[in-house]
């Protein structure tokens, strides 16, 4: 089977050709070609993600992002000029995108039907707007080609992600194995910061989640804070590092939400307004300070995941924790979960750091354990705050 993935739901535009075979354990992937375009640097002066830029975006560089990924996979052959069979219905589809549409009228008029089994595409959680158009974009392919379209949960892409392990001797080829159950997942990204508990093969039940901020935006908060720039978790995660390399000083305390709540949520905008209340008291801030806020604010979140994390493996007698979003880029939190399973004997699953953040191929992994396509178009739509559970 070969997949073609879309993946729209934020800043990030991620087409992943792969190909897949299946056993009762394991799916074998390998992946053809994979384009991401990052509108990061475009967004960094709102100091965060602006819904209508990201979809116009978004539109305006999708065509050229597949046909870098059909020549990627050795799918773009080209043929004489045609009129493209079911061009028109196509165009229902783009009827609000029309320079998208006269791009992609262009492509296919001058290439074969590539062979391609099923287009996953991300369906939500993430940005409506720029969710809509990979899905609208996806379903004027799906008519055009005749192909089944696959509808993925950006948050399964991130745990398959976590599942999937390179091969040593190639590196295109990534196994993905059913991991031992029943599983946690810390899903930890710039919209959500959840754990959620498998204990079948990819059923979920939510068991604790953020009562405000999402951890990679309370990062990203903090990184405005400290002017360091966007996206801010890298940046801040830096700092930090370099203040444990230096040895420097413990100079600020702040709190640790929800340590002792005795449940498995979440609150993270309290520890950005203690950062903001020590940001106005020492301004200006020295680089030494930064670091060290920035230290302390790594600390506290960690310390955070860490006793929650300790706890839900206890209560539900874990075999399995997987950690995935964009923050589980973050090593020093990866290293303190990493030690809590080692302790408990646990199976770790993390994402390489190339899968970490939003991608096509985790979209195009996780249509690949389904391995269900097709539902009516007409059913497949943008859900921003679509649940695993
Ligand atoms: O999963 P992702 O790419 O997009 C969402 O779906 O949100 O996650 C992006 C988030 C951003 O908030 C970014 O600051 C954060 O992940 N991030 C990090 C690190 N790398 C990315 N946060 C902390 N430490 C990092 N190394
Ligand atoms: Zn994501």
Known sequence: MKILAIETSFDEAGLSIIEYSQTKNETTTRVLSDVLFSQADEHKKYGGVYPTLAKQIHAKNIVALLTEALKGAGLYKEIEEHVPQNIEKARVFLEREPEMFTQLKELVAHIQRPDLDAIAITNGPGLEPALWVGISFAKALSVLWDIPLS?????????????????ETNEDVFTIPTPPLPAIALLISGAHTELVYMKEWLHYEKIGSTRDDAI??????VARLLDLGYPGGPLVSKLAREAREQNAEKSFTLPRPMLHSGDYDFSLSGIKTAVLKIVQDNSPLTELQKMQIAREFEDAVTEVFVSKIKNAIEEYAIASLIISGGVAAN?????????????????????????????????AFASALRNSPTKELDEIVAEGNLKLY
């Open 151 to 167: 509808p993925v949960n950006h948050m399964e892409g991130h745990i398959a992600a976590a599942l999937a392990h390179k091969e």
């Open 216 to 221: 990679g935006e309370a990062f990203d908060k």
């Open 331 to 363: 090593a020093y939190i990866l290293d303190a979960l990493r030690k809590i399973a080692e302790e408990n004997s646990i199976s770790f699953y993390v994402p390489t750091m190339d899968l970490a953040t939003d991608n096509g191929r985790m979209i």
